[in-house]
């Protein structure tokens, strides 16, 4: 026998093997490849199909079976159209399982929509090596809000914790229509004949009441006081960008995507105000002001209206700043900084609509005048109501600002 003959046999049948070997695993990596191409594009799906659910969720009223309509539709236009033989596309809401659905019957799990994709994928060249299609589920979940109300049906909320954050005193009278009172700490009523009426709404206080009980419709003081989210604050110049605006009669105007910007360095100086956002420093004073489509926003300073002074100012339904936030709906900003006193008194006539938010400020609302109105959330640091007048708050969410709706993949 000759021995280098069946070596160079033995060499032959190793290098079969190996080419066998090398040509499989080239076919698996092939095949592997094109699955794993197939699972990013059907992730890219699942994504979009997913947002698309949520922002068609979000937009039209909490439809949730045109949601989950929206969302095949945008697996479809991806290439995935769920014909039950080489992919199939799943929409729940809210999701089947984990941290998102439970429980699955919660409101919050609504706001969920879940995209589950499998991809089925026949080999080709592997085939020659072993049978069975290769398969793949990919998953997506994004998370809808809907546009929410700043407070929880308040019409009247003092944010403070104090004993007395919510006073009312003398003859005041103060009618609420669709919403509720409520302070977050003590509510006061001393002396007087007047009291608090409520339409379609509540009292709530936090800690204490002193005074006479019997002018309140009190309901028990078992709700927790109201929390309001952060409202993060309108984009105003600073005084040194202000300062290369161009100037007319002491105000600094610019114009940034439509929306026109107005800057006070020293206190509101005109008093027919122009649609637009007016960033004012050093407070507003005695004057009759009006607005239309505005957002006031007090830097700093007080504001002091008494005698015979009026302010009519009413919000902008759309308006965004330069960062693009919207303020449709808010009438009237004050950061927490500002601890001044904003006071409505005398016989002055008011009127504001859109939402008043002043987290650190005073809010002093007193005089001999009837003819305060507000169709507003007003939102104080503390309230002190005096004097005669009645006053009149009317609550229509639809006319508010409201937190803008939230949609974003979650998973």
Known sequence: MNIRTSERGQAMVLIIFAIVGIFAFAALAIDMGQLYSMRRQAQSAADAAALAAAYEFSAASEDRETAINQGFTLAFANGFDNNEETN??????????????????????????QVQITVRLQPVFAQFFYNGAQETTVEAIAHAKQASSVTTGDALLAMGATSDAMDFNGNITVEIDGGNIRSNGGMIKNGGSGGISVYDGSVYYATTFNGHEEVFNVEPVDDPAAAVGAIPAPSCPTAAEASTWPSQGGVRHN???EVDYYYYSSGLSVENLPPGIHCIKGGIGKGNYTGQGVLIVLLSGE??????DSFDFRSAVDMKDRN????GGMVFYAPESNTSTLKFGGNSEMYIQGSWYAPGAACDIGGTEDGVAYHTAF????????GNPVTQITYRPEELFHFPPVVELVQ
């Open 303 to 308: 504001i002091k209206q008494t005698g015979n």
């Open 379 to 386: 939102m104080c640091k503390t309230f002190k109501f005096h």
């Open 88 to 113: 199939w596309v799943v929409v729940n809401n809210p999701p089947i399982g984990g941290p998102y659905c439970g429980p699955c019957g919660d409101p919050e799990a609504m706001e969920y929509f």
């Open 324 to 327: 693009g936030t919207q303020w």
């Open 255 to 257: 114009t940034f995507d």
